[in-house]
Every structure is written in C-alpha cells, then in structure tokens.
C-alpha cells in the first residue's frame, strides 16, 4: 500500500505541475520526431539525390523568395533546414540515450563494487575516478576524439562514455554506503546470503533513486556536449546531421542575412534542452526529501 500511494503522489504531482508537463511534451516531441523522421520531413537532408544548388540559401516560406515545401528556408548545400533539424535531432538523442546508457550501466557496477566490497577496490576506483573528474569532460572527449581520428557516431559515443562514467559511480557508491547499514541488508547476511545476491536483489533496488534524477540531469549535458563537439568540427563527420554542425555552418553567413540557418538549429537545441530540463527538475525535487517544495 505504501509503495501504492507513492505512486499515486508522484503521478498526482507530476499532473499538476506545469514545467513537468511542458518539460515532458518537449521531450516527447523530439523523440517522436526523430523516430518517424523519413515519414513527416519534406526531404531527406542526407541523400544526394534530393539535393539540388537551385534550392541555395532559400529563406523561410513566409519571406520574399522562399519556396515551398522548404518551410525554414534552406542552407548552403540546398537542404531544408526542418528537415535536418530533425534528422539532426536524431543524432542528438542517439548520443544522448546510448551514452546514458552505457556510462549509467557501467558507473552503476562500479559504484556498486565499490560501495559494497570497500578498502583497496573502493580506493583505487574513486582515485580513477577523481583523476577523469579533475579533467573537462568536453577536453577528454576532444582529446579521444583526436586519438581516434576516424569520426563517428559510435565513436562520439565512446569518446562521451569514458569520461561521463564517474558521476554515475560516485552518486552509486554513497547511495550503497547509506543503504548497506540498513537492518535489512544486515538480516540478509545473517541469513547466509551471499554477495551477489545482496547487492543486486536488495542493495541495488534500494540505491538506484539518486541515479534516475542523474539520468536526467545527464541526458541534457551530453546532447549539448554533442553539439559542442560538432560545433567544433571533431564530433559527427559531415555525412551525419547534427545541430552543432548546423549552428557551425550557420555562422559563417550570420552577417550576409542568413539568420535562418543558425537561428532555427539553436532554438531547437534550446528547446530539446529545455524540455530535459524541466523534466529533471521536477524528478530532482519529487526524489530528494531534503529539497522544500512550494506546491
């Protein structure tokens, strides 16, 4: 019944918060976006066959000049602006999920060991992980992405992971030193339970709260960090949309009058942001009892 009425509390606070919500429709909206992406855009931005240098720096639909279907006008190769926001949204959130993914799992595990076992594993993990965490997190990734030379969305991903690990390892490691004092931890090991079983059927479903808002907070940070590197010239290769790369391009023809082509690609990464946000907020202060709420 307990775990019945938190439920019901977090869904009734979550319903009857406006950021929430708006958060949580800006999300959806992106996602649901980039899913059916070949379905709902005018043209594929990617496929040299749609392209045509008639098409050159149109500008939006509603301005002298502007053809239709390119609603946003369109850039310096002919690509419709919408249409590559969204496949460049695609790519924001596959290096979003995939690095939240894959870093979250494995600054789990090894929070999780260190957390539990302590002494000399619990001192070398956190030195290692103090030692990545001293460093810029977008340096390390330029500095891989450098090593790697050969671009790439898998790439960008791995580059992402091997620094993002630690906040994740950290936040699991003083969840588990809280949670493994409990009375019921003690009673399992009492009982003869071996380790394994103690840290992954009743440690880690008890410590796992504090990582779900990290998950959150993160999933914006490394979609940014994405659009950084892209910006810069060492995230995604040309052959992939991105919005860093668009904001790049776009910027070299700010001052001829092209506001299309930085504008409409930096409201859309502001928005995506915007929305995970909010949302993360709101999953902050619902999962911290520490934080006041004024509802």
Not at 29 to 45: C, D, G, K, M, R
Not at 261 to 279: D, E, K, Q, S, W
Request: aromatic letters at 10%.
């Amino acid at each position: 019944m307990t775990e019945r009425r938190i439920k019901s509390r977090l869904l009734w606070n979550y319903l009857h918060d406006p950021s929430a919500l708006a958060g949580s429709f800006l999300l959806l909206l992106f996602v649901v976006a980039a899913l059916i992406a070949p379905w709902i855009t005018p043209q594929n931005p990617y496929d040299l066959n749609t392209l045509s240098l008639e098409h050159f720096l149109k500008p939006p639909v509603w301005m002298e000049g502007g053809l239709h279907p390119f609603i946003l006008g369109t850039d310096d190769q002919g690509r419709d602006i919408l249409s590559t926001i969204i496949y460049g949204c695609r790519t924001s959130l596959i290096v979003g999920f995939s690095v939240v993914l894959i870093s979250g799992t494995l600054g789990v595990v090894i929070g999780l060991l260190a957390g539990y076992y302590g002494r000399w594993l619990d001192v070398a993990t956190m030195r290692l992980a103090d030692t990545v965490f001293s460093f810029s997190t977008t340096l390390l990734a330029f500095l891989l992405l450098g090593i790697f030379k050969h671009g790439g969305i898998g790439v960008v991903i791995v580059a992402i992971c091997i620094a993002d690990w630690v906040r994740y390892a950290r936040t699991m490691r003083g969840s588990v030193l809280e949670v493994k004092e409990e009375a019921y931890i003690l009673a399992a090991r009492a009982a003869g339970a071996g380790d394994l079983r103690i840290m992954f059927r009743h440690i880690l479903p008890n410590a796992l709260t504090p990582i779900f808002v990290v998950v959150a907070v993160d999933l914006a940070v490394v979609i940014m960090l994405e659009a950084t590197l892209s910006f810069l010239g060492v995230g995604v290769p040309l052959t992939e949309p991105s919005l860093g790369m668009m904001i790049s391009i776009g910027k070299n023809y700010i001052y001829a009058g092209m506001w299309w082509m930085i504008v409409f690609p930096g409201t859309a990464l502001v928005l995506l942001v915007v929305g995970i946000n909010l949302f993360a907020d709101w999953l902050r202060e619902e999962l911290n009892p520490k934080i006041e709420k004024n509802r």
